[in-house]
């Protein structure tokens, strides 16, 4: 295990390296200046432009850039944010909280819900509910995220008054629920679906027939045997999507008016904030490559049969 555990960490560097370094070509390689774009129309002396561009080492070769960030990066340093004069750690700092309780919200609702009707649905295939709930995870699939967050707030918030139709800027963790939903419908259907399916496959295994004929407990053949084996895709899927939910809510902070990592990296890409992008998507990377190797120790714990040398 710890071998294996090794090599993948190994591994991850290369995988690291390679997603960083993309992500910084596309910023700091596009047309456009930063250091011009403080300015605005007023008129800004070359020299004034070549010393700003010489402190935060833009006028360095992309490739020299690059390695400096990655210096400073093992060093704690994730750059200067050029329009506000802030370290890029300190403004992450402020808004990441809030998109991990909002991520963390959305994903517990995906695990519940996803999961749970996934289950219900496989061990009755083909009947009706199985059936509703196709149609339901089509319709969350099909829809944009834009459009089921403005329906959710005009009916609760508007029709209803069950809840604001904007979150405070200290939100509460009831203000969270209904983003949180909105972001977690299209995790929700896959994994709903997912679940179903292989729920479907393994009811009908040889190796459930053989706990049947055991006299085993219904509870414990679906909660232990069924299961086990089942969730070993679905687990896959849920680690990769605890990435997606942090990064992939720039238009549902933006309907709710949440200011956290999602209008963050918004106001960065307007703003030719390259230092703030990069470093973002940073730690979205680390994220990613950790739940990656989480979820494959996990196969080990779900299927015996699993076993890393």
Known sequence: MGRYVARRLLQMIPVFIGSTLLVFLMMYALPGDPVRALAGEQHVDATQIAALKAQYGLDQPIWQQYLNYLGNLFQGDLGVQIGTQRPVAEVIADAYPITVRL????????????????????????????????????????????????????????????????????????????????????????????????????????????????????????????????????VTFLGTDIGSLMGGAIVTEGIFNIKGVGSLVFEALSKREGATVVGVVTLLVIVYLVCSLLVDLLYAVLDPRIRYA
């Open 103 to 234: 991520a963390i919200f959305a994903f517990a609702f995906t695990v519940i819900a996803g999961i749970s009707l996934g289950i219900v649905a496989g061990l009755k295939a083909e009947s009706l509910r199985d059936r509703g709930l196709l149609g339901l995870t089509l319709v969350l699939i099909s829809m944009p995220s834009f459009v089921l967050g403005f329906l959710i707030q005009y009916f609760v918030a508007f029709q209803l008054g069950i809840a604001k139709p904007n979150v405070s800027l200290e939100p509460t963790n009831g203000e969270l629920i209904m983003p949180a939903i909105v972001l977690a419908s299209l995790s929700l259907a896959y994994v709903a679906r997912l679940t179903r399916t292989s729920v479907a496959e393994n009811i009908r295994a040889d190796y459930m027939r053989t706990a049947v004929a055991k006299g085993l407990p219904r509870r414990r053949v679906i909660g232990v045997h069924l299961m086990r084996n089942s969730l070993i895709p679905v």
